[in-house]
């Protein structure tokens, strides 16, 4: 990523400044290391992105904290990409700093929004290096409801496309063993948009719809089995109850097994294998 804005015919691209993008990703694992137990990525749900081909993820949208949780997947996982993403352009005009980590400006619900949102997409697509991040439902949705609606913007925008791959990602906030809840995130079976193969706006929602609802429904099987061997830990937060009461056990465990010498304590109380 530079610090220069990328200008194209259509549409001015964000400007990303790498030191802020930088700091802004350590605060957000920060603030999910004391939140969480674990962020935890399914083994058969990796991310499926090849090297130099523009990517556009699309995922369901459970809580406040995806935002978060995308900054970390970019950061951790495609850290030689720029990512982008839209806004609402209240929001931008109010946190002004989020223009320099990628953010761009729509207004939601509007005719004059939906256009902001596809010509400046189109533009940060045209470079292979871009990642566009996307929560296409448009508003807070539990990940169990079905069928899984997205708005029509990011179909007319696959429309628009040339050989740029959508890959879905579903995100869960569970409780398993512990305190503090676990963040479990899956990939999806990409999709490849190409002139060649375009079709019309409406099938594409219905089929990027479809390919996340799959995505979900893998998730939330893997989640109802609560093991953490089918996941792979991409960041491991806070463990145990705290206070007193974890005070009260070390000190137990410390008289039982015979002074300072005893790992009888442990603050987990499942089995840490993920």
Known sequence: MDSGSVVTSQAEVPAISLWLWRFFGYCARFYLYRSFHAVRLSRTGRCPVEPGT????????????????MILLAQRLMPERRHYGPMDAEALSRYRFFRHLGCFGVTPGTRCGAATFLRVSQA???????????????????????PVQLQSGLGALARRLD????????????????????????????????????????????????????????????????????????????????????????????????????????????????
Request: hydrophobic share 40%.
């Open 54 to 69: 523009p990517v556009v993820v699309f995922c369901n949208h459970p809580s406040w904290w995806d935002p978060l949780v």
């Open 124 to 146: 940060i697509l045209q470079q292979s290096w871009n990642v566009l991040w996307v929560t296409p439902e448009g508003r807070f949705s539990d990940p169990r409801q079905r």
């Open 163 to 274: 050989g740029v791959v959508f890959v879905p990602l579903a995100i869960e906030y569970v409780f398993w063993q512990e305190r503090y809840p676990e963040i479990l995130l899956r990939f999806g079976e990409p999709i490849w948009v190409s002139s060649a193969s375009a079709c019309a706006r409406q099938a594409y929602t219905e089929q990027l719809a479809q390919r996340l609802q799959v995505t979900q429904d893998a998730l939330a099987r893997e989640a109802c089995r609560r093991d953490p061997a089918a996941f792979e830990t991409l960041l491991r937060g806070r463990v145990g109850i705290g206070g007193i009461y974890d005070a009260w056990r070390a000190l137990r465990a410390y008289w039982r097994g015979g002074g300072e010498n005893n790992k009888a304590f442990r603050r987990t109380h499942g089995a840490e294998t993920g």
